[in-house]
């Protein structure tokens, strides 16, 4: 509405200071609307460089669970993380976004075409201390959004209700029963699964010794807490193969 009110007052303008006659009356008409327009356009400056008239609204979305960017049915939970630039706090993440999909998807990569909008979008992961497999992701935006919708009217020249200042998205990862990889990582981890021999037997010695393991902190867990209903005791078990499966490929990272 303010380029119309311009436009108004330019016109309105022109017309006192060419067209009114009486010199006192084309001064005063003349200086009114000339200041009334210099107004305007101050106004209007304010807002596209100050974002007079706006207000900062910040909206956070409820955390949504992730899976594994691993092999589908692997006890192994992956996070592939690429950073963007050597000190940014800024990722690329790949993960799935529901347990059934066949493959992971690639999350946070700036779009080229947008790259205003992509820069003020970051996304990073942090380990977290919890005897959980369930890894989360929630996003916090902040926008400029009008005060009121008088200022929406006056100002809205692009009907862009309101502008992105910032977005931050922190995806949440149990630390015991995660394992974080970048892609190179990932790469070189495929390749010694497959160069490393199996042998039956010691595999299956493996596996027994992992559930003797199991046994044990599975007993001593049901000693501190002899009120554990059975879904907590399966929540537990699948919290020790999962924290053990990781343990194993942090060993073949090394």
Same mark, same amino acid.
């Given at each position: 509405?303010?380029?119309?009110?311009?436009?108004?007052?330019?016109?309105?303008?022109?017309?006192?200071?060419?067209?009114?006659?009486?010199?006192?009356?084309?001064?005063?008409?003349?200086?009114?609307?000339?200041?009334?327009?210099?107004?305007?356009?101050?106004?209007?400056?304010?807002?596209?460089?100050?974002?007079?008239?706006?207000?900062?609204?910040?909206?956070?979305?409820?955390?949504?669970?992730?899976?594994?960017?691993?092999?589908?049915?692997?006890?192994?939970?992956?996070l592939l993380a690429q950073r963007l630039g050597k000190s940014a706090n800024n990722y690329v993440l790949v993960y799935r976004d529901q347990a059934k999909d066949k493959k992971p998807a690639t999350h946070?990569?700036?779009?080229?075409?947008?790259?205003?909008?992509?820069?003020?979008?970051?996304?990073?992961?942090?380990?977290?201390?919890?005897?959980?497999?369930?890894?989360?992701?929630?996003?916090?935006?902040?926008?400029?959004?009008?005060?009121?919708?008088?200022?929406?009217?006056?100002?809205?020249?692009?009907?862009?209700?309101?502008?992105?200042?910032?977005?931050?998205?922190?995806?949440?990862?149990?630390?015991?029963?995660?394992?974080?990889?970048?892609?190179?990582?990932? !790469?070189?981890? @495929?390749?010694?699964? +497959? /160069?490393?021999?199996?042998?039956?037997?010691?595999?299956? *010695? #493996? =596996? $027994?010794?992992?559930?003797?393991?199991?046994?044990?902190?599975?007993?001593?867990?049901?000693?501190?807490?002899? !009120?554990?209903? @059975?879904?907590?005791? +399966? /929540?537990?078990?699948?919290?020790?193969?999962?924290?053990? *499966? #990781? =343990? $194993?490929?942090?060993?073949?990272?090394?």
């Amino acid at each position: 509405m303010i380029l119309y009110i311009i436009v108004a007052l330019v016109i309105l303008m022109a017309a006192c200071w060419l067209l009114i006659s009486n010199s006192t009356l084309r001064w005063i008409c003349g200086l009114l609307s000339t200041g009334a327009l210099l107004v305007s356009v101050l106004l209007l400056c304010l807002n596209m460089q100050q974002h007079y008239g706006m207000k900062q609204q910040t909206v956070t979305t409820k955390e949504k669970q992730i899976y594994s960017a691993g092999v589908a049915n692997s006890p192994v939970n992956m996070l592939l993380a690429q950073r963007l630039g050597k000190s940014a706090n800024n990722y690329v993440l790949v993960y799935r976004d529901q347990a059934k999909d066949k493959k992971p998807a690639t999350h946070f990569m700036p779009n080229k075409k947008k790259i205003v909008s992509a820069v003020k979008k970051r996304a990073h992961y942090q380990l977290v201390a919890t005897k959980s497999t369930k890894a989360t992701t929630q996003t916090k935006s902040t926008y400029w959004v009008y005060k009121n919708k008088t200022m929406e009217k006056l100002f809205d020249l692009n009907n862009s209700k309101r502008i992105l200042i910032k977005q931050r998205t922190v995806v949440k990862v149990p630390k015991d029963t995660w394992v974080i990889l970048s892609a190179q990582q990932a !790469k070189s981890l @495929a390749k010694k699964q +497959k /160069q490393t021999p199996t042998d039956p037997a010691q595999t299956k *010695a #493996a =596996q $027994q010794q992992m559930q003797q393991v199991m046994g044990m902190q599975l007993k001593q867990y049901q000693q501190k807490h002899p !009120k554990a209903s @059975a879904s907590d005791l +399966k /929540q537990y078990t699948q919290y020790l193969q999962a924290k053990m *499966a #990781a =343990q $194993q490929v942090k060993m073949m990272l090394k």
